[in-house]
């Protein structure tokens, strides 16, 4: 597998918002659904939101939802996390990551990651 490339981490302050990017391999993208987990200092990686293939079912963490969104656009191999509303809570190494199988929200479910990228929300 190829791996996927995150992009568009950074710092930003406490209600503000960014825009995360995923791209990936044409074979990686078509693998039924592409996540995005999170990884802050000292603790485990969680599920963050995830889409599937064709018809775009969507599944969110309870606690993004209502302030991210996640999208695909399969033309562009690419997946898009859409960020609102951050909180300090918010900083981690966030990762793409993909498998065969229908929206997950457990991280041994996945078997492709990438290397993430850093999002640091300042209070």
């Known amino acids: 597998q190829v791996r996927p490339i995150e992009s568009g981490g950074g710092l930003v302050q406490a209600g503000g918002s960014l825009r995360l990017s995923c791209e990936a391999s044409?074979?990686?993208?078509?693998?039924?659904?592409m996540a995005w987990f999170r990884q802050a200092p000292g603790k485990e990686r969680e599920f963050v939101a995830s889409?599937?293939?064709?018809?775009?079912?969507?599944f969110y963490s309870d606690s993004v939802k209502g302030r991210f969104s996640i999208s695909r656009d399969d033309a562009k191999n690419t997946v898009t996390l859409q960020m609102h509303s951050l909180k300090p809570e918010d900083t981690a190494v966030y990762y793409c990551?993909?498998?065969?199988?229908?929206?997950?929200?457990?991280?041994?479910?996945?078997?492709?990651w990438g290397r993430g990228t850093q999002v640091t929300v300042s209070s």
């Open positions: 044409g074979q990686t993208f078509s693998r039924n659904t």
């Open positions: 990551a993909d498998r065969e199988g229908g929206n997950s929200d457990t991280v041994e479910h996945y078997d492709n």
């Open positions: 889409v599937t293939r064709r018809i775009g079912l969507t």
